[in-house]
C-alpha cells in the first residue's frame, strides 16, 4: 500500500512538474532585421536574456535590404522589424499595414553610420567629397530606399538635381559591394562597417558620412498593425525588452568624453562577441566602435523628420498622396518622443 501511495505521489509531482513548465512556456515571436552594427539593440537584448525576461522566445530572421523587412512584417511572416524607413515602407504602413513604434538608427553628427563610397579609378578622375556625385552613376538597394532618399536630400543641399546622377538599383548590400568593386558604379552608399571592409581591401575610397551631409531619422522599430489590435501586451513587452538594449548599446558605445571625442570601455568589449555573431560581414572590434552610429538610448523618435520624409517620397511620385504619418505613428510605447507636430 504504502509503495502504490509513494508511485501516486511521484506521478502527481511529475504532473504538477509537468503543469509548472507548460506555465512558464515564452510566447514564441519573430523580428525582421538587417546584419548591421544598427540592429545592435535586438541583437543585445536578445544574448542577454531581455526578451527572456519577458517570456518571449525570440527569433531573428536576416535580411539583406530594408524593404523585404517591412514586406516580411507587413504580410505575417514576422512579427516585427526594424530597419531604415523606405518609400515601400510607407506605402505598406499608409495601407494600415505597419505601424512604428520605436526609434532605430539616426543620421547624428559626430556617428558615422551611411558612408558615401567611390570606386578607386572614379576617385582619382575627381570623385573626392559627395557634392561631386552629380553626373555620377551611384548604386542603390532599391528604389525608394534610404539610400535613394539620401541621395535626394544631398541633391537639395548642394542644388543640383536628382536626375543628373544615374541610379543603379542592385537589390542588396552584398550586390552593392559587387558592382563596386567591379567598377560598374562610380560610387555607392552603404553601411560603415562594409565601408571600411571596402577600403580595407583597396576596392573603395570612403569620400564622406551621411551624417555630415543631411542628418536624418533613418530607421524604426515597427510591428504590424494586427500586432497591435490583437497582442498589445506582446508588443509592450517586446518594447521594454528593446528598450534595455538600446540603454546597453548607449552605454557601451555612444559616451564622449568632456572634450566630445567618443570613448569605449569594457562594456563595448563584453558586448563585441554578440556583434561578431551577428553583425556581416564579421567585424573586427575597431570596425564595430567605429561604425556604432547613433540610437536614441531611450528609443525616442524625431518625429518631424518622419513627416518630412513622406513628403518628400510622395514629392518623387514613390508613396501615394493619401499617406498620412498620424495613422502609422503608434508613439503610445515610448516616452517623450522629440519634434512631435502639434496639429
Known sequence: MRATLTALGALLALALAGGQVQSQTKEKVSIAALPFVSSSPIFIAKELGYFDAEGLDLEIKIFNAAQPVAVATASGDTDFG???????????????????????????PGYD???????????EAGLRKPADLAGKTVGITTVGSTFHYNLGKLAEKHGFKLDSITL???????????????????????????AYQLEKEGAGKIIGWVHQETPWQLGALFTATRMVEGRRATVEKFVRAYLKGTAAYAEAYLQKDASGKRVFGKKAEDLYPIQQKWVKPEPQPQTVLASANFIDPQGRLLVRDIYDQVAWYQAQGLVDKDV??????????VQGHMQVPQN
Open 113 to 123: 553610420f551611411v558612408a558615401y563610397v567611390a570606386n578607386p579609378k572614379a576617385h
Open 82 to 108: 526594424i530597419t531604415g524607413l523606405t518609400g515601400g515602407f510607407y506605402n505598406l504602413a499608409g495601407k494600415g499595414a505597419l505601424k512604428i513604434i520605436a526609434a532605430q538608427s539616426r543620421e547624428e
Open 168 to 194: 543603379k538599383p542592385l537589390q542588396s548590400i552584398p550586390n552593392m559591394s559587387a558592382a563596386l568593386k567591379g567598377q560598374q558604379v562610380d560610387a555607392i552608399l552603404i553601411t560603415a562597417n562594409n
Open 324 to 333: 498620412d504619418p498620424r495613422k502609422f505613428l503608434d508613439l503610445s510605447f
